[in-house]
């Protein structure tokens, strides 16, 4: 599955296996590999692609239809799509504290 969504991606994309390969900083022969499934690729590599084409990994494993995760991948990712109280955008400041205070509670588990 992995295969056919990454050549379909790169395809909508009109891109070359050169070109997306350069972009991912790996040689053609091997990108060329994952698009035919002679190999997988890993998954700090899965993260680059998915990150990429703005895509789910399990959108590329075939988990989903959905290209988007409905759920939050990471902590940035939900501190980015909050508002503060009054419906302004969390200031930096803000988004700071929100980790400090996650990572004080995930530690004192």
Do not use: H
């Amino acid at each position: 599955m992995v295969q056919e969504r990454m050549k379909s991606l790169r395809l909508e994309a009109k891109l070359t296996q050169k070109e997306i390969a350069e972009k991912l900083g790996i040689s053609t022969a091997f990108y060329g590999q994952w698009e035919t499934g002679k190999r997988n690729p890993a998954s700090k590599n899965l993260q680059k692609i998915a990150d990429f084409y703005e895509v789910s990994i399990d959108y590329l494993l075939g988990n989903t239809d959905e290209k988007k995760s409905s759920k939050f991948d990471d902590l940035n990712t939900a501190l980015d799509s909050f508002t503060s109280f009054d419906g302004y955008p969390l200031s930096d400041e803000d988004r700071e504290a929100v980790r400090q205070l996650l990572r004080g509670r995930c530690e004192n588990r």
